[in-house]
């Protein structure tokens, strides 16, 4: 049946397919996500969690997507309707094409790009461009303050994240994700690059908008930020989106820093997993562990400690290079 296609037909079906197969993973790990989160806070904080909706609250999470899903969608008075309702796809395609370039071991990615890394920085930075439109879209000054807050924090680190990456760009000497993830084989750079590593993880929690950068979804002063105004089906992509960029900067540093699917025993893809899991869970945490700090501070913080670092440590990096 295939035999009469063309080759570029056949590549269009294998995207499409690939693409389906990508959302309905992240959908079925955000409700995963959502209900680890709630048990590890519950456990943080010598609490239950969940525990009505089945077998100890596992069903949870499925019964807030089904309320999500059922759910009436609202549009403000003065909303732009176009805008309001292509902001969350956006976000949530821009997640989706990041993952394609993501090798979960030696042989499973979908596209082995030769500027792996340089694409999901360039497709991360359209997050910003979706917050923005969340909020003009809503024609709320809430939702334009949170929106504000998340396009200054989110410029600002990616500064330091851009120095942290090039880093292990000179040591690999690709940009190629799997290339960056051979040139690990015998030591992983998390031990050549620690500084790097610290820098890089400080500010991707500072990206995903995690907590104690949650400036823009501040709720005791914006409410709930730039995604105020959604609900059902568009809030429920917002709050996917959110924990599949969690999942996608969790995945670069296991790239990145460990070695990627490298590990004895366990199949390659296993070990990805496990790695990648390891710093969910570690973000999760600082949401019960670290207070709210002010819009100056991150940005002061940003500026002034992580920029430096980070350059001291890319210039060290390319004399380390350069000696041995």
């Not at 969690?49 to 089904?66: E, N, R, T, W």
């Not at 024609?139 to 989110?154: C, V």
Request: hydrophobic share 55%; aromatic share 12%.
């Amino acid at each position: 049946m295939f035999e009469s296609l063309s080759p570029l037909t056949i590549d269009i079906l294998q995207s499409l397919l690939y693409a389906v197969i990508i959302f309905t993973a992240l959908m079925v790990a955000a409700l995963i996500l959502v209900y680890l989160e709630r048990k590890v806070a519950g456990h943080m904080q010598s609490r239950f969690g969940p525990m009505h909706v089945g077998p100890h609250g596992l069903l949870q999470s499925l019964a807030d997507a089904i309320k999500l899903l059922t759910k009436q969608p609202q549009f403000p008075k003065n909303a732009d309707k176009i805008v309001f309702i292509l902001a969350p796809i956006l976000i949530t395609l821009t997640v989706l094409l990041a993952f394609v370039a993501i090798p979960f071991d030696e042989t499973t990615i979908i596209a082995d790009l030769d500027v792996g890394i340089i694409y999901i920085l360039a497709l991360s930075s359209l997050v910003v461009v979706s917050l923005v439109s969340a909020a003009y879209g809503s024609s709320n000054k809430y939702s334009f303050l949170g929106a504000m807050r998340s396009a200054a924090q989110m410029l600002s680190y990616e500064v330091p994240i851009l120095f942290s990456i090039a880093g292990v760009l000179i040591l690999s000497e690709s940009a190629r994700m799997t290339a960056i993830v051979e040139a690990q084989s015998g030591l992983w750079f998390i031990i050549l690059q620690p500084i790097g590593f610290l820098i890089y993880f400080i500010s991707a929690v500072a990206e995903t908008n995690r907590t104690p950068f949650d400036l823009p979804e501040a709720e005791s002063e914006l409410v709930a930020g730039y995604h105020t105004e959604y609900s059902g089906m568009q809030f429920a992509l917002f709050f996917a989106a959110e924990y599949a960029n969690i999942v996608l900067v969790s995945a670069i540093a296991t790239v990145l820093f460990l070695g990627g699917g490298t590990g004895p025993l366990l199949p390659g893809a296993v070990w990805f997993l496990i790695k990648t899991f390891i710093f969910v869970l570690l973000i999760f945490s600082f949401r019960w562990t670290f207070p709210r700090l002010r819009i100056d501070q991150v940005i002061s913080f940003c500026w002034k400690f992580l920029v430096p670092l980070a350059l001291i440590n890319l210039s060290l990096t390319a004399i380390f290079k350069v000696i041995f």
